[in-house]
């Protein structure tokens, strides 16, 4: 992960790399846009922190009668119920931490949500965002489903949080793209499924909450489009021949008839493994949301290696070494301005 330093050592050093920098296809933000990123920046991480705490006290607690005595019950958003213990000095010290800690963290929240919306508005009225306005909601949505930490983007889009990261935009011709690669992370299945279950949908339900048209297409189980061509690929790393530990293949993502079934990638498995970038990416409507994706190196090598291979089209190949290229000097010039981290 990595982390912004101060905007005035960006300053400094942009005016350093300002001749070369315009060849290989980006520029600054307006100082306006730069500033409001910041702030709002700012508002969103810490709106995620609030989420966090605001998820440790979700469902409620209340004095339970029973056989002459009174229980502090627990319950959780399933409506679940457990019993915390009899009514004393201690349960009574529980029960009133965590009214008073609820009451806090959700007013928090509330305020935070507010302050957020004012940040949105101010992002559309001053054009800081242009992510398409479909990735920034689809981001959004396996957010608050719980299932980002199962994802990884990948390909062109993260473009996108490269670019958001260090204030600059990259030339729309290396932007180009009406697809998202999901790559997920099979390790971890076991937890998906059973969030899955609690949930009570598939993963393309949690899709058509984002566009009610998406399909999956027609023997690509791999793939769901919607009506003005947007596609989402769900990827997988590849199966190891003979690994008695290797993931089931074919494997569909849940139990439901109609689901995404996760196709493999070749080298997927080093994206897997390799250093994660995360920044909040800004859509065209000023909305935002946390992209996590693989580090601007693991994206050059990456596209190098596609671009190298004898099979590829030549179209797709230019345009791979030009991403490359573009990606290793981005990464090269703006090197000193990160730390490890989110943003």
């Known amino acids: 992960m990595l982390k912004l330093l101060p905007f005035q050592y960006k300053k400094q050093i942009m005016e350093n790399i ?43 607690m209340f004095w339970k009668r029973q056989g002459g005595k009174e229980y502090l019950i627990r319950t959780s958003v399933n ?32 305020d935070l949500a507010g302050e ?5 508005r101010l992002n559309r009225a001053l054009g800081v965002g242009r992510a398409p306005n479909i990735l920034v909601t689809l981001l ?31 030339h729309e011709s290396a932007l180009a793209t009406i697809d998202i690669d999901l790559l997920w992370d099979t390790r971890k299945r076991l937890r998906f499924v059973t969030q899955m279950a609690a949930l009570e949908s598939s993963m393309l339900e949690v899709i058509r909450k984002v566009d009610s048209t998406f399909e999956p297409r027609e023997g690509q189980r791999y793939t769901a489009v919607n009506n003005v061509g947007f596609e989402v690929d769900i990827i ?7 690994d008695p530990g290797a993931d089931p293949h074919p494997l569909p993502l849940t139990d439901s008839e109609e689901e995404f079934w996760a196709v493999q990638a070749p080298r997927a498995g080093l994206l897997l493994d390799g250093p994660r970038f995360s920044s909040m990416v800004v859509s065209t409507n000023g909305h935002m949301a946390r992209m ?41 010039d703006y090197s000193i301005l990160f730390q490890r981290g989110n943003i």
Request: hydrophobic letters at 35%; proline letters at 2%.
């Open 236 to 242: 997988r790393r590849e199966v190891v021949p003979g």
């Open 292 to 332: 996590t994706t693989i580090a601007p190196s693991i994206f050059a090598s990456f596209k190098r290696w596609m671009a190298g291979r004898a099979d590829r089209d030549p179209v797709k190949r230019d345009r791979e070494l030009l991403q490359a290229e573009m990606v290793e000097k981005f990464a090269q």
């Open 79 to 110: 409506n679940a119920q457990k019993s915390l213990g009899a009514r004393s000095e201690e349960t009574e010290r529980i029960h009133d931490s965590f009214v008073k800690r609820k009451d806090r963290v959700e007013g928090r929240l509330s």
């Open 18 to 60: 300002l001749k070369d920098r315009v060849s290989y296809g980006w520029r600054d933000l307006s100082e306006d846009q730069h500033r409001q990123y910041i702030n709002a920046r700012s508002v969103f991480t810490t709106w995620e922190d609030a989420k966090k705490s605001a998820a440790e006290v979700r469902g409620g």
């Open 116 to 120: 957020l919306e004012r940040q949105q």
């Open 140 to 170: 959004d949505r396996l957010a608050k489903s719980g299932l980002a930490e199962h994802f990884t983007v990948v390909g062109t889009n993260a473009l996108y949080a490269y670019e958001s990261a260090a204030g600059v935009r990259f």
